[in-house]
């Protein structure tokens, strides 16, 4: 028998095969130095976002809340409805009884789906509770059981006693404590670096921070943010090293040489540098905006300023008269890296509309990655469990499946969205109204590209349903979902990734195209698409920024999304193992 | 189909555990639609005692990984039944299957698809005792180790993964696996052909030790019979869906009595040169199991086909080539004639059915054919000039038939409607082996004998 021929058979080598089982905090705590290190570091760099991390964790908690309220409003909707059509034929009375027990048995029904979810998760096993022995489907059965039983009387407690409101009024006191709480200044809020103030009669500035021009300080509170960000990044890459060398069981992975090739990959390298730079001109959009959103673009007429007048005085003005007499339309253009008429410092110029580029830009990545994100998510989820479900079951649900795939992709997609986009908008649906027709508009892409997603995994998911690996699944009596998700899943996701990568740039592109056709984020939400449009007439003048800027942030967007799932398609190509040398197996084997 | 009364693998006084009765699995291909379906183990019963290895050989293609899917239900049998101590497994589903499930395992036959290889050996190997929550998760761990122990690898193997070893060592990580559960009933799916041939012996030693330990008991399922002779103590040969031979291995290897054993065993190199047996080659490849022969499975490739009498003498290759041509011929049967080239031949044009004329030059050009034989041929050629391949086939049956097609012997009348006959099990020796071939019976001739005579 060769011997192993893996990358490392020291064995002096780390804690790994020392034949002794501990848990992860047993290993941490037999040697802390390197966790803590780390974990020093961590809580540091979380203290000096602190603030912002909390307003993070408010805006997950609205999305959550707004989800939530989508599945809530499901029972009463139901129950309404029936409630109507029995009372229309049998009377008010029945139609009221029937109306409540088809409310109630939506809502029992919601619960039982979520304790489907929840049962595999449960801390305790039933036959433990109740003492005695029962066989595993019952077990599964009683334990989903008991747990919709336990949802639905705190979802009944919640609904029908005091303890609802009770429940309001806490949880609205911990938001109001977790918003105080997020407005702790942070490393770069603006509070700290302020950029907001008006030249002095005297030639200084005042109220920017140490009197400093708006422009450096702005540069300044950038420069941070950036080497903020990139800490971060860098920071998290070490904790993986840390874990790696000296707290993981296993002293070689797979997934090592994954991310070997994919650190070698120069493109793909480029690819994620640019999305993560994406990312953190979304997350800390207010950071980099010279000029707070709310102030400049959604209320600018509940905002005023002070700045200097060209008679020496010092003027109150609106942010929004501000801004008519700031439009890059043609006319007047404030260009990049200059100042308007107030005073304002325009890093990126402005808008055909006064507002400031910088500020479009940034809270336009915000939106076009909310949109992109969720939109990939919401498709992949679906074409992820179609297509382990078809692959494991094939028959009547694969043909399903390929027919209904086939039917919505012989759609073409823009026309799809942009019919799916006005019926919706039309009729007011209340889907339409979060981010300006954000939330639609994910929703709908998600639904039109998740037979893409579908096609491009289907093989990989034929394939991985062959091996015999998952028949041997089959002969201990694992069950098809954890047969799903153990066995197959995780081979597809790499090519879902790919796909996603390549995708997300691609409904960019359609949200801003939408949105170019006046479809898509409507005003005032700021998105990237209608910044090209918007500057589109003024192309050929000194308001030529507009468009151009726009348009070469999406395109360079677009191209790193494409470089990233390169990149990966690289990293997890099998192939590559041959080459690599690394993953040196089969010295006996694989003859035939 | 199959009408043999007499149970072909009964040997009184032993500890069955496996019981295999009459078991058919067809696949049904093309889903929705029916069409018919590919039967890949029609009919076949044997018993496995308790501690035994019993060898299942065949070529590629003739149902013994389906067979050996089936008895542990990956398949779902057509019809038939699986007892395992008695209990009819076929029945089971839910709870019940879950809880059998313990007790019947697989060895798969390509260790680099048989592991899971983003997990680590140990999760890998624990994943049986998870599913069926044996103790707890400490406990599991070590049971691990000792299995890692067991089939010789490392304790410390548990955290790496499947890509840090080599072919054998897989084969070996599966083992373990499915010896976690302490099955009783394991099957071996060529557990040694996917490896080097250095590692097979260890591999092979490995299940034996095993076996030895645990009192496990085998279906080995291969196709390299000498891997076969070395580890089995009975071996059944299947050809096409059925068991041609069912016997203690050193008497069916040394001494086969059918007429596929003897094809299959001919292929064999024989070690010992000074032996005089002979060797002849089995030629065409097995028949489309969509479409199996009626009446013996092997009749259409069979070297000691029983003919009628009146042709006994023909020559070899004109018997070779009526049995192309009716290969042809029901291929042409089957084939499906789309209407563009039904219309095309209304109107005389040639279609992909040409005439038999090339078919017969190919097949008796250099063939002196008597004259009775030309006679039927020619009246052949001429129905199918009309299309009527059924008819044609009708007239070669009646002419050229015999019992091993299924057809009624000596009548020479040929009704439609007679289920066709299959041979029976016939005991060959006294240790009760048997085989599927109608040449045991009293009224023919055994098949050593012709054989002698046909390719001597
Ligand atoms: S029954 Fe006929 S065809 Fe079949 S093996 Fe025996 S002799 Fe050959």
């Not at chain 1, 094939?394 to 823009?414: C, E, H, K, M, Q």
């Not at chain 2, 009765?21 to 069409?35: H, V």
Request: with cysteine; aromatic share 10%.
């Amino acid at each position: 028998m060769s011997e192993v021929s893996g990358p490392t058979t020291d064995e002096a080598n780390g804690p790994a095969d020392s034949g002794v089982d501990r848990s992860l905090r047993e290993r941490i705590r037999s040697n802390p130095r390197p966790a803590l290190l780390w974990a020093a570091g961590a809580l540091f760099l979380v203290a000096l976002e602190f603030g912002r991390l909390l307003d993070g964790v408010l805006v997950f908690g609205q999305a959550i809340v707004f989800v939530i309220e989508g599945f809530a409003s499901l029972p009463p909707y139901i129950g309404g409805n029936v409630e109507g059509v029995v009372a229309g034929v049998a009377g008010d009375t029945p139609g009221l009884l029937v109306g409540a027990l088809a409310h109630d048995g939506t809502l029992l029904a919601v619960m039982f789906v979520v304790a489907t979810l929840l049962q595999g998760y449960l801390p305790v096993r039933l036959d433990d509770v109740l003492g005695r022995e029962m066989s595993r489907r019952r077990r599964i059965y009683g334990e989903r059981l008991a747990l919709t039983a336990i949802l639905g009387a705190v979802a009944f407690a919640l609904i029908y006693t005091p303890v609802g409101s009770i429940v309001d009024t806490e949880v609205g006191a911990w938001v109001t404590g977790v918003g105080i709480l997020s407005d702790l200044p942070t490393l770069t809020s603006r509070e700290l670096i302020p950029n907001l103030g008006h030249r002095t009669p005297g030639g200084g500035w005042e109220g920017t921070f140490m009197g400093l021009s708006p422009a450096w300080a702005w540069a300044i509170r950038n420069v941070l943010v950036w080497i903020y960000a990139f800490v971060c990044l860098a920071w998290v890459w070490r904790g993986y090293n840390v874990y790696r060398t000296y707290y993981r069981e296993a002293d070689w992975t797979p997934r090592d040489d994954t991310v070997k090739r994919f650190r070698n990959h120069y493109w793909g390298m480029f690819g994620l540098i640019i999305v993560f730079a994406f990312v953190v001109l979304a997350a800390f959009a207010p950071a980099i905006s010279p000029v707070p959103a709310d102030a400049n673009i959604y209320e600018p007429y509940n905002h005023e300023f002070e700045y200097l007048n060209d008679d020496g005085e010092i003027e109150t003005v609106y942010q929004g008269r501000a801004n008519l007499l700031s439009e890059s339309d043609g006319q007047g253009t404030v260009g990049p890296m200059s100042y308007d008429d107030f005073d304002r410092w325009m890093p990126l110029g402005t808008t055909p509309d006064g507002e400031s580029m910088t500020t479009n830009l940034a809270y336009g990545a915000r939106t076009s990655l909310i949109i992109a994100l969720s939109a990939v998510g919401f498709g992949a989820l679906i074409a992820i469990m179609l297509s382990l479900l078809s692959a494991y079951y094939r028959g009547l649900l694969d043909i399903i499946v390929v027919f209904t795939s086939d039917t919505i992709i012989s759609i073409p997609v823009l026309v799809l969205v942009m019919m799916l986009v006005v019926i919706f908008q039309q009729s007011e649906h209340w889907l339409a109204e979060p981010l300006d027709g954000g939330v639609l508009l994910a929703i709908i892409l998600g639904f039109a590209y998740w037979p893409g997603m579908w096609r491009s995994i289907r093989g990989p998911s034929l394939q991985v349903a062959e091996e015999e690996w998952v028949d041997a699944a089959k002969t201990y009596g694992q069950t098809p979902r954890k047969i799903m998700r153990k066995h197959m899943a995780p081979y597809i996701m790499s090519y879902i990734m790919i796909y996603a990568s390549l995708l997300l740039g691609g409904i960019i592109i359609t949200v801003s195209a939408l949105s170019f056709l006046g479809l898509g984020i409507t005003e005032p939400t700021p998105e990237w698409g209608r910044l090209i449009s918007d500057g589109r007439p003024y192309i050929g003048t000194d308001s030529y920024h507009v468009s151009t800027i726009a348009g070469i942030v999406i395109a360079l967007v677009v191209l790193a999304f494409n470089a990233l799932g390169d990149g990966i398609r690289d990293a997890i190509d099998p192939e590559a193992d041959v080459d690599g040398g690394d993953a040196g197996a089969t010295a006996g084997g694989g003859g035939g | 189909m199959s009408q043999e009364t007499v149970t072909p693998d009964e040997r009184p006084g032993r500890d069955t555990m496996v019981e295999v009765r009459n078991l058919k699995t067809y696949y049904e291909q093309g889903g929705l639609f029916g069409g018919t379906p590919v039967k890949a183990v029609d009919g076949v019963s044997f018993d496995i005692e308790r501690g035994e290895t019993l060898g299942l050989v065949g070529e590629s293609g003739c149902g013994k990984t389906t067979l050996g899917r089936t008895l542990l239900q990956l398949e779902e049998a057509t019809a038939g039944e699986i007892r395992f101590d008695g209990v009819d497994v076929t029945t089971l589903s839910g709870e019940e299957l879950y809880e059998w499930r313990q007790n019947a395992q697989m060895v798969f036959q390509d260790p680099e698809s048989s592991l899971n290889d983003r997990m680590t050996i140990g999760e890998i190997i624990r994943e049986p005792l998870d599913v069926h929550d044996w103790k707890t998760a400490r406990e599991r761990k070590q049971k691990v180790r000792d299995l890692l122990d067991t089939v010789g690898l490392k304790r410390e193997h548990y955290y790496r993964y499947p890509h840090q070893f080599s072919g054998g060592q897989r084969q070996r990580i599966g083992i373990a696996r499915t010896l976690a559960l302490e099955p009783d009933f394991i099957v071996l799916d060529e557990p040694v052909s996917a490896l080097d041939v250095s590692v097979q012996a260890e591999i092979i030693n490995l299940l034996e030790d095993l076996q030895d330990e645990f009192g496990l008991t085998y279906l080995f399922i291969a196709h390299d019979l000498s891997v076969v002779r070395h580890i089995c103590d009975r071996v059944a040969v299947m050809y096409l869906g059925h068991i041609m031979e069912i016997g203690p291995t050193e008497e069916l290897f040394s001494d086969p009595a059918n007429p596929y054993t003897q094809s299959l065993l001919s292929a064999i190199p024989e070690p010992d040169p000074t032996s005089t047996k002979q060797r002849f080659t089995l030629r065409g490849t097995p028949p489309n199991p969509r479409y199996p022969p009626e009446g013996c499975p092997f009749a259409t490739r069979c070297p000691v086909r029983i003919r009628p009498p009146e042709y006994e003498h023909l020559d070899e290759e004109v018997w070779e080539g009526i049995g192309t041509l009716r290969e042809v011929l029901r291929e042409r049967e089957r084939a499906e004639r789309t209407v563009r080239e039904r219309i095309g031949e209304l109107l005389g044009r040639e279609s992909r059915f040409k005439s038999l004329d090339e078919t017969y030059d190919e097949l008796f050009g250099d063939v002196a054919v008597p004259e009775d034989v030309q006679s039927v041929l020619d009246d052949v050629a001429d129905l199918v000039e009309n299309d009527d391949e059924a008819a044609a086939l009708a007239l070669l049956a009646e002419e050229f038939a015999s019992v091993c097609d299924g057809h009624a012997d000596g009548s020479g009348g040929f009704d439609e409607d007679d289920e066709p006959i299959q041979p029976e099990y016939h005991s060959v020796s006294v240790s009760g082996r048997k085989s599927f071939c109608h040449r045991h019976a009293e009224a023919y001739r055994e098949p050593d004998d012709v054989l002698d005579e046909r390719h001597g």
